[in-house]
């Protein structure tokens, strides 16, 4: 073995062996399916079954799809949050600290808002003055539900 050492023999091998892991962690996972804007990629997770099945009753499946509602516009903004989101659920899934029924995080939720009224906004701008003082932000999914995930049962 000339030319290469001990120690960057090891190193070698620890670096194939963690890209080897990775790719094949990758594959079995789907993660790449994540990028798509497929709904189908959401219930890679059996978590997501009850909330997907929720979409397909719901009146906004023929109008929205989960990043639709669930990732902000842009695409830096998009996939920060698809990274920030992917790395949460593999960390509870692995951990499996996760809890059941799934929670949507504050950020997230705010996301969710923001999307309603920028589909929304033109009819709630007589309803929903959020910024001004004194207004509490418009927290459409409080009454409206079942708009996004219908009845899972």
């Known amino acids: 073995m000339a030319g290469l050492s ?3 023999l090891g190193l070698s091998f620890l670096g194939g062996s963690l890209l080897g892991a990775g790719g094949y962690t ?6 790449t ?3 798509s804007n497929d709904p189908q990629a959401c219930i890679n997770c059996h978590i ?4 997907f099945d929720g979409w ?3 009146s906004h499946h023929a109008h929205a799809t989960c990043n639709d509602c669930h990732m902000p516009p842009g695409f830096l903004n998009k996939y920060w949050t698809k990274a920030e989101n992917g790395y949460w659920h593999s960390k509870g899934f692995t951990l499996q600290d996760f809890h059941e029924p799934i929670q949507i995080r504050p950020r997230n939720a705010r996301i969710v808002r923001d999307n309603c009224l920028r589909c929304h906004g033109e009819f709630m701008s007589g309803v929903s003055h959020p910024g001004d003082p004194g207004s ?6 409080r009454c409206h ?4 995930h219908g009845p899972t049962r």
């Not at 539900?145 to 996004?148: D, L, P, S, T």
């Open 26 to 31: 990758v594959k079995t996972s789907e993660a």
């Open 6 to 8: 001990l120690p960057a």
């Open 56 to 58: 397909q009753k719901a």
């Open 48 to 51: 997501m079954r009850d909330p």
């Open 136 to 141: 509490e932000r418009l927290d459409c999914v």
């Open 33 to 35: 399916s994540y990028f």
């Open 145 to 148: 539900a079942q708009v996004g």
